[in-house]
């Protein structure tokens, strides 16, 4: 075999072990179901405002936020989640806590070893700008084991990449099933119960509350201009921030309607209709996506016309799909149809 041929296969080698490694989704911030942006998040909020797989968390007094996603990034990314301080807050009760949060499943993560004395090292990389300088906090935790693992990051007015790689941990595997094992938090802002202890470095540690934020880092809600910008996140196995892995819109969409999606049936077109006869069910069966993380919670949104039923209402559904439906008070010919585009259904499974 020539040279030239040889570095060739080399070459391709390389490029397929370096696919399918990133373990988190939508790291591009290109999916965003549940609309592009949403205002007033603070106050105790525990949702997904506009991004899929990315979470809010907080208890504030008074700070609250725009969190939308916007058409800007470094090269290569046309996507970002924005955060924008829209009501300051100076005074910070010892309880108060903002963050972004990133939550995998146990059965995501068994590559890492955890637990094991073969527990390999993770890096999570992102890129993040600001209107101004800032420190923030990017914690590991793992819920399974109630351990941590943290390191500060700095933030600039440029886009800028973060690597930052964490030490094997070989105390507390990560459950192997499909609940909530590890956690990813960007604090952004936090009171004097999560930055009072002894901040420890790149340490595997059992989880303290006063631990977990460094005393030194910048509260987002210190100002109305304040920002803070991130797109291309990435978790995988390793010391070795490698490229970003870019997955289709159609990949990144599937994964994430595996915890959420939404059902959306043609404006002014029969969704479900029968004969009701005594007063039974009249209903229709629709198939999910893909297969659900677990059994969803639904909620249809909206009000539908009806004619012979009252509003639609979920009876029956499971990870593959749901049957969607309403009894009559009369034996007759029924339906139902969205009005607008506001009248949809939802399926939920998130962690």
């Keep these: 075999m020539s040279k030239a041929a040889d570095l060739a296969r080399t070459a391709s080698a390389s490029e397929t072990a370096l696919g399918n490694r990133r373990i988190s989704m939508n790291g591009a911030m290109i999916v965003a179901q549940r609309g592009t942006s949403a205002t ?22 008074a700070g609250r936020a725009t969190v939308s996603q916007v058409a800007d ?17 100076t005074s910070i009760a010892a309880g108060e806590t903002f963050f972004l949060t990133l939550i995998i499943e146990g059965q995501d993560l068994q590559q890492l070893k955890k637990g094991t004395s073969d527990a390999e090292s993770v890096t999570l990389s992102f890129y993040v700008k600001g209107n101004a300088s800032a420190t923030y906090t990017l914690e590991m935790k793992d819920q399974d084991n109630g351990r941590i693992n943290t390191q500060t990051f700095a933030v600039t007015t440029s886009w800028n990449k973060i690597s930052l790689t964490f030490i094997p941990d070989t105390t507390g595997a990560y459950d192997d099933d499909n609940l909530a094992s590890l956690q990813v938090n960007w604090h952004l802002h936090a009171g004097s119960t999560y930055t009072g202890g002894t901040f420890a470095s ?28 991130i797109t291309g996140v990435q978790l995988e196995v390793g010391t070795v921030a490698t490229p970003f892995e870019h997955r289709s819109y159609g990949q990144e969409l599937a ?9 959306r049936p043609k404006v002014n077109a029969v969704t479900v209709r029968g004969y009701n006869s005594s007063g039974a069910v009249v209903g229709a069966r629709f198939q999910n996506p893909v297969t659900m993380r677990t059994e969803p919670s639904c909620v249809v949104k909206g009000t539908f016309a009806v004619s012979n039923m009252a509003q639609p209402a979920f009876q029956t559904f499971d990870t593959s ?13 029924s339906y139902f149809y969205p009005n607008g585009t506001d009248d949809y259904f939802t399926l939920d499974a998130e962690l």
Excluded at 322 to 333: M, R
Aim: one cysteine or more; aromatic letters at 10%; hydrophobic letters at 35%.
């Design 40 to 61: 007033g998040i603070g106050a105790s909020d525990n949702n997904f405002p506009c991004v899929d797989r990315m979470k809010v968390r907080s208890e504030l007094s």
């Design 202 to 229: 790149n340490t595997w540690a059992s989880e303290v509350q006063a631990n977990r934020v460094s005393s030194s880092a910048t509260s987002f809600l210190d100002s109305t201009n304040r920002t803070f910008f």
């Design 321 to 333: 799909g749901c049957t969607l439906g309403s009894a009559t008070s009369s034996a007759a010919d």
């Design 255 to 263: 994964l994430c309607q595996r915890y959420y999606h939404e059902i």
């Design 73 to 89: 990034g470094p090269s290569g990314f046309v996507n970002c989640l924005k955060f924008a301080c829209t009501t300051a807050d």
